[in-house]
Every structure is written in C-alpha cells, then in structure tokens.
C-alpha cells in the first residue's frame, strides 16, 4: 500500500513561514492527485491545496497567493511538499497530506477515501 509521513509543522508568529512536507512510500509514480488537508479545533477538515501528476495545481481561496503546493522526486520517494508564507492565525490547525492513485484530481482534492498521513499541527500566534 500507499504510506504517508508528514512533517514540518511548528508554532509561529503571524507572518511566519514554514514548510510542510510528506513523504509518500509505494507504489503512485504513474497517475496520482496528491494533497493538503487541514482540520481547526470545531472545524471540518478542509481541502488547502492539491496537485496531480501532470502538476495541475488547485487551492483554496483563503491561501491564494500565499501557499504553494510542489512535488519532487527524491531518492526514489515522491515528497509532497506545502509552502506557507504569510501565515494567519486563521491557518492554525492539524495539516494532513493525502494521496488518490488516480489520473487527476476530480473535484480540486484528493476524494478523501484513499490514502492519509497522521497530521502534523500548525499553529500561528498573533
């Protein structure tokens, strides 16, 4: 199966950066929609940002501008990466990468049914 491990997650000060990352194990070199998951306290998990392999890129209103979802391939692992710049203390929550193994991401994310990591928490201060 599909593993994913996310890291990168810290407590900043609004208008902070920080960079999360997921690395992903087995087998979704071929066809995949990858993507950033967050969950506040109260609140439903929320679609953030999602790319699929031919590097379409979807985000949320709310981080235009400000987040950047990438991909790399390193030592034979394929890590998703989240670029926050400019964080909010609205951006506080439990990040989650998840992965779908198929051709593009129907509907902007990752349906939520495949494959997730663990969460890595995010928090900003004002």
């Known amino acids: 199966g599909v593993q994913l491990v996310e890291s990168g997650g810290d407590s900043v000060q609004a208008g902070g950066s920080l960079r999360l990352s997921c690395a992903t194990s087995?087998?979704?070199?071929?066809?995949?929609?990858l993507g950033w998951f967050r969950q506040a306290p109260d609140s439903e998990r929320e679609g953030v940002a999602a790319?699929?392999?031919?590097?379409?890129?979807?985000?949320t209103d709310s981080v235009k501008g400000r987040f950047t979802i990438s991909q790399s391939q390193e030592n034979g692992k394929n890590i998703l990466y989240l670029m926050m710049n400019s964080l909010k203390p609205e951006d506080t929550g439990m990040y989650y990468c998840?992965?779908?193994?198929?051709?593009?991401?129907?509907?902007?994310?990752?349906?939520?049914?495949?494959?997730w990591g663990q969460g890595t928490q995010v928090t900003v201060s004002s």
């Open positions: 998840a992965a779908d193994i198929v051709t593009y991401c129907s509907g902007g994310y990752p349906s939520g049914s495949g494959y």
């Open positions: 087995g087998y979704i070199y071929g066809r995949y929609c």
């Open positions: 790319i699929d392999r031919d590097g379409t890129t979807n985000y």
